[in-house]
């Protein structure tokens, strides 16, 4: 392998920045959710793609996993496992976005906040924020993590 990619595969620094980016990214985007899961559960709805009995289990369990998967990445517990998990759930949303974007059907994603007025970014937005988290996801699946918050010259 490249020297350059093998130093940079096992940068504790760059490893923590990218776990800690991801890990806040996840505990931010929960705490609305769990402060408010009957909205939550509206928005799920309106993504129009799991049954009206999954629904309302959806939206009180989703939360608290995007919520300890974050902090597990935080962390450092279970790094790679942690993102991992981070990546099926947004993997998930991507083929969710993309099933609207592919039906012209605009909605609000609830990614960050309950949005009560309406307004929320394109699908196509939506698609490309998610993707990019999603390839912050790979790196600490293929760094050569240690746990906890292990950072050493």
Same mark, same amino acid.
């Given at each position: ?7 940079? $595969? ?83 949303? $991507? ?59």
């Amino acid at each position: 392998m490249n020297t350059a990619i093998e130093n940079a $595969m096992t940068n504790k620094k760059l490893e923590c920045l990218v776990r800690w980016t991801l890990g806040g990214v996840f505990v931010y985007a929960s705490i609305h959710k769990i402060l408010d899961p009957s909205e939550f559960a509206k928005i799920i709805y309106g993504y129009q793609l799991v049954p009206g009995y999954v629904i309302n289990l959806s939206a009180i369990i989703l939360p608290f996993v995007e919520l300890f998967t974050g902090l597990f990445l935080l962390l450092g517990i279970y790094p790679r496992s942690s993102a991992i998990l981070a990546n099926v759930m947004l993997g998930i949303f $991507m083929v969710a976005i993309s099933i609207n974007l592919i039906r012209g059907h605009e909605f609000d994603c609830g990614c960050f906040s309950v949005n009560k007025n309406g307004h929320t970014a394109s699908n196509i937005e939506l698609l490309i924020r998610d993707a990019i988290w999603f390839v912050f996801g790979l790196l600490p699946i293929l760094f050569r993590t240690e746990r906890l918050f292990v950072i050493r010259s």
